[in-house]
T-cell receptor, first 116, second 111 residues
């Protein structure tokens, strides 16, 4: 069964450093997402991406964040200057839009980001 | 007012019991409802989704939506220890991209 994959599974970085989290969405999906989950809190939407541009983003997704689809398979989330509060699980998801315009989103296993 | 509210539990039941997990939501524009299962330190795994009010059954799992009261339920029959996980309800507005999640209910099925 096709699945979303993410690398690395765990990333440790120093505050102020740049990190890139990588995802390979399901191959025939056209819509891509990043969510995050701070320990003990809800899964929160960050951004959605379609046709090589951001289609929706949350207030969390500020100028420190960027997303890119550098080739036909990868989807990345970059955090330019990490803060302690960026420590969280980051989940990538992908979907194909259904006939009612509804996206059933499938999630990857996550990257645990620890900012020291 | 929180968009989606879910009792975080924890909920502990004996094997074989019927489990009821519930969420409420505040926005009438939410039209599509999902249940995800999340094992510890893993990504959410889609269990079921439903569009309309009423019941949808898949094996031991039944999802129920009551749009008039903005209430979402997931029932698990003949619960197994392997069902032990956190269950997340989620909802979305048709045509939007952002899934809105509940807090998640941590469920333990005791052998």
């Amino acid at each position: 069964e096709p699945e979303v994959t993410q690398t690395p599974s765990h990333q440790v970085t120093q505050m102020g450093q740049e990190v890139i989290l990588r995802c390979v969405p399901i191959s025939n999906h056209l819509y891509f997402y990043w969510y995050r989950q701070i320990l003990g809190q809800k899964v929160e939407f960050l951004v959605s991406f379609y046709n090589n541009e951001i289609s929706e983003k949350s207030e969390i997704f500020d100028d420190q964040f960027s997303v890119e689809r550098p080739d036909g398979s990868n989807f990345t989330l970059k955090i330019r200057s990490t803060k302690l509060e960026d420590s969280a699980m980051y989940f990538c998801a992908s979907s194909e839009r259904g006939p009612l315009g509804i996206d059933t989103q499938y999630f990857g296993p996550g990257t645990r980001l620890t900012v020291l | 007012q929180k968009e989606v509210e879910q009792d975080p539990g924890p909920l502990s039941v004996p094997e074989g019991a019927i489990v009821s997990l519930n969420c409420t939501y505040s926005n009438s524009a939410f039209q599509y409802f999902m249940w995800y299962r999340q094992y510890s330190r893993k990504g959410p795994e889609l269990l079921m989704y439903t569009y309309s009010s009423g019941n949808k059954e898949d094996g031991r799992f039944t999802a129920q939506v009551d749009k008039s009261s903005k209430y979402i339920s997931l029932f698990i029959r003949d619960s197994q220890p392997s069902d032990s996980a956190t269950y997340l309800c989620a909802t979305i507005i048709q045509g939007a991209q952002k899934l809105v999640f509940g807090q998640g209910t941590r469920l333990t099925i005791n052998p």
